[in-house]
Antibody, heavy 122, light 107 residues
Framework: EVQLVESGGGLVKPGGSLKLSCAVS????????MNWVRQAPGKGLEWVAS????????YYADSVRGRFTISRDNAKNSLYLQMNSLRADDTAVYYC???????????????WGQGVLVTVSS | EVVMTQSPATLSVSPGERATLSCRAS??????LAWYQQKPGQAPRLLIF???NVAPGVPARFSGSGSGTDFTLTISSLQSEDFAVYYC?????????FGPGTKVDFK
């Protein structure tokens, strides 16, 4: 069974840092592109970042570029999101999600974790 | 970036009725579109990828169509478990972008 479990969320002051982790099981992480998606309270979904299987392609939303860093450790079956210079508008539930690959073509987010809440407030 | 719009914002439907949700991209995205369903307190669920391909395990009453800039998600006969928010997402261009969502609620 495919499982993705996020951890590392919590309350942090503006300007602070936090590192999220996503532990995966039930599949071989090194063969999949992985993503982080967030959802502010009562709002819609916002894609945050994506990382290719060997970390050679990394993309960020404009809203987090330069502040957030996505990384992965395939040997540890884990995905990470280092978040620095946090702002109030980064407050959200953060989801990790596995990309569907159809004949090598990325095709949407097939499996999602349950999400972890990050609250940025003084 | 590609801006995704969805209409209507809210769709009120009775069980058994057909629901038609629209999604539009600000530029051509071919068929690189996915639809997701999200219920309160839950993670999103992939319903449709490639604009018209039903994801594994998704009931056959869900279907998608369209290409280029205009897309449609159809629920042929709404069931009680289908009341939720539905999002479209384009994956043709970086950054990936989601639409604002359509809430399907009980009429």
């Amino acid at each position: 069974e495919v499982q993705l479990v996020e951890s590392g969320g919590g309350l942090v002051k503006p300007g602070g840092s936090l590192k999220l982790s996503c532990a995966v099981s039930g599949f071989t992480l090194r063969t999949y592109t992985m993503n982080w998606v967030r959802q502010a309270p009562g709002k819609g979904l916002e894609w945050v970042a994506s990382i290719s299987p060997r970390s050679d392609y990394i993309y960020y939303a404009d809203s987090v570029r330069g502040r957030f860093t996505i990384s992965r450790d395939n040997a540890k079956n884990s995905l990470y999101l280092q978040m620095n210079s946090l702002r109030a508008d980064d407050t959200a539930v953060y989801y990790c999600a596995r990309e569907l690959s159809v004949f090598g073509v990325l095709s949407g987010l097939e499996y999602w974790g349950q999400g972890v809440l990050v609250t940025v407030s003084s | 970036e590609v801006v995704m719009t969805q209409s209507p914002a809210t769709l009120s439907v009775s069980p058994g009725e057909r629901a038609t949700l629209s999604c539009r991209a600000s530029q051509i995205i071919l068929s690189n579109l996915a639809w997701y369903q999200q219920k309160p307190g839950q993670a999103p669920r992939l319903l449709i990828f490639g604009a018209s391909n039903v994801a594994p395990g998704v009931p056959a009453r869900f279907s998608g169509s369209g290409s280029g800039t205009d897309f449609t998600l159809t629920i042929s006969s709404l069931q009680s478990e289908d009341f939720a928010v539905y999002y479209c997402q384009q994956y043709s261009h970086w950054p990936r972008t989601f639409g604002p969502g359509t809430k399907v609620d009980f009429k």
